[in-house]
């Protein structure tokens, strides 16, 4: 009697112990972002002018999705992954997941200025391609090179840049500041061929779905005017029928 007494007693241990480490897991293990926040457009912007054409590269995380999003905004001709922060020598995959090359996982956004402003690119980017509250991170990836980042072309987009988030943190929308980077004068290098179009290559991979996927349905829901269904994947690629 007094053995199946303890008996009870250590299987109710156990499972009490089981349960604790499932709590613990569950909270360990890092949770899809959360949904897209609609953001005002940005007050101070580029004018219009005669360019058919200009540049912008964004860090938010894994460029997987930051590319999959921009390849569904109206406006945008071309998004290819890469790097920037670092120099040419260090622009691989395989080096800058070490942490310490000064590159971020960048996104290089090719847009028509008449069709979509700068400006508004930015709104895009904060409201659903990324948490620009996260410090060296986004969701499950650790890192400086994960973090929130604009590399401006030149004077004119850093100043629109700094002008946004100085507009976001006085309006207070996110929980807390916003952590984004502006980094001037920095050079482009894009990734790898299989890092190219990858949310639209494997749209079933683990990763796309839990956190890339809901970019897109953000983007179609908060920013219907600037959606469009079919991407405008990497040259020399097929957009799935």
Partial sequence: MVKRILSTASRAV?????????GFA??????????????PAPAVDTPPGQATSAVAILAGGCFWGVQGVFQHVKG??????????????????????GGVTGHAES??????PRQISYGRLLQIF???????????RQGPDIGT???SAIFPVDADQADIAKAYIAQLD????????????????????????YHQDFLTRHPTDRYIVAYDLPKIEDLEQLFPDR????????AGLQSPK
């Fill in 14 to 22: 156990f499972i009490v112990a089981l349960l604790v480490l499932a």
């Fill in 26 to 39: 569950i909270r360990s293990y890092p949770a899809a972002a959360e949904g897209g926040l609609a953001l």
């Fill in 76 to 97: 945008v001709t071309s998004a290819v992954s890469g790097y920037a922060g670092g120099d040419k020598r260090s622009a691989n995959y395989e080096i800058v997941s």
């Fill in 107 to 112: 996104v290089q956004v090719t847009f028509d």
């Fill in 126 to 136: 904060f409201s659903v391609a990324h948490d620009p509250t996260e410090l060296n």
């Fill in 145 to 147: 090179q994960y973090r």
């Fill in 170 to 193: 006085k309006a207070g929308l996110f929980p807390k500041a916003v952590v984004t980077r502006i980094e001037l004068g920095r050079t482009f290098y894009p990734a790898e061929a």
């Fill in 227 to 234: 959606y469009r269904e079919t991407p405008a994947l990497v």
